[in-house]
């Protein structure tokens, strides 16, 4: 499927520039915004842009996606929770 939308010449100009093939770029950042949504998977996001496993981790990262990080707190919480339930 090909999606096609226009960008002021100059603009298009500038943005080759920076990121080289702007048809790659523009499809992975609307893949990476799906995976953002949690519209799309993990290895739905690899499958559509053809990447390893690694290779997607790489992208993510690129992107600013990084995996939701547990803080200090759920993690004595979660402690507790198993502490109390291994008591009884």
């Known amino acids: 499927m ?5 960008i002021p010449p100059d603009l298009e100009e500038s943005l080759a520039r920076q990121l080289g093939n702007l048809n790659q770029a ?4 609307a893949l990476v915004e799906l995976y ?3 519209r799309i998977s993990r290895p739905e996001l690899s499958r559509a842009l053809d990447l390893s496993r690694y290779q997607t981790d790489g992208l ?11 803080t200090l707190e759920e993690l004595n919480e979660q402690l507790q929770s198993q502490k109390r339930s291994r008591a009884t």
Do not use: N, S
Not at 26 to 29: I, M, S, V
Not at 60 to 70: F, S, W, Y
């Open 60 to 70: 993510l990262k690129r992107h600013g996606v990084t995996e939701d990080l547990i």
């Open 26 to 29: 523009a499809k992975e950042a």
């Open 36 to 38: 953002r949504q949690e």
């Open 2 to 6: 090909a999606i096609i939308f226009d």
